[in-house]
């Protein structure tokens, strides 16, 4: 089993849909985890951190379920520029970030 | 003003050759990465160092030698290049080892002939 899983899309949604990713791992000891975004032929950005809480930043919203090891992405009201490699990102042992393949979005007129 | 830089972008070389791959960040960071993302775009860490130390050394052949000589550089040797050696190299950087957000460089796209 991967350490991180992700289903690699792509997503094809239209401008102005709700879409969600999920992301399961495997390590239960795993600390940390993220959201980065990663554009074609670019290096990866952080997106955001996922808290235990969840969390939110403007449309996008995050969760996080230590039972079942698994993390979410939301994007509400989505725009072309959301377009891009959506990375689950989890830090492991010796706080290392292990990343997910990626899940593709791509949002159209 | 770039954060994380890497020469050189792109680096098209023969079967069997050395080359090396520089970073350097201005961040004023402690620890730093190397990054080797394939043709899949799956993303592995291959090195980190935390203040000129090696602290994270996956399984990577030893063609590869990483060497921080402070610790706003991290640079990336390889030896003998191969075929499977072609892929997009990344660096990256973060505040301290424990983990949290990474800054990474452009990448450097590495084709072996």
């Known amino acids: 089993r991967k350490e991180v899983e992700q289903d690699p899309g792509p997503f094809n949604v239209p401008e102005g849909a709700t879409v969600a990713f999920n992301c399961t791992y495997s390590n239960s000891a795993s600390q940390s985890f993220f959201w980065y975004r990663q554009d074609c032929r670019k290096e990866p950005k952080l997106l955001m951190s996922v808290y235990s809480s969840g969390n939110e930043d403007g449309r996008f919203t995050a969760q996080l379920n230590r039972a079942s090891q698994y993390i979410s992405l939301l994007i509400r009201d989505s725009k072309l520029s959301d377009s891009a490699t959506y990375l689950c990102?989890?830090?492991?042992?010796?706080?290392?970030?292990?990343f997910g393949t990626g899940t593709r979005l791509q949002v159209t007129l | 003003d770039t954060a994380v830089s890497q020469t050189p972008k792109y680096l098209v070389t023969q079967m069997g050759n050395d080359k090396s791959i520089k970073c350097e960040q201005n961040l004023g960071h402690d620890t730093m990465y190397w990054y080797k993302q394939d043709s899949k775009k799956f993303l592995k860490i291959m090195f980190s160092y935390n203040n000129k130390e090696l602290i994270i050394n996956e399984t990577v052949p030893n063609r590869f030698s990483p060497k921080s000589p402070d610790k706003a550089h991290l640079n990336l040797h390889i030896n003998s290049l191969e075929l499977g050696d072609s892929a997009v190299y990344f660096c990256a950087s973060s505040q301290n080892p424990e983990g949290g957000e990474q800054f990474f460089g452009p990448g450097t796209r590495l084709t072996v002939l």
């Open positions: 990102v989890v830090t492991g042992t010796a706080s290392k970030l292990t």
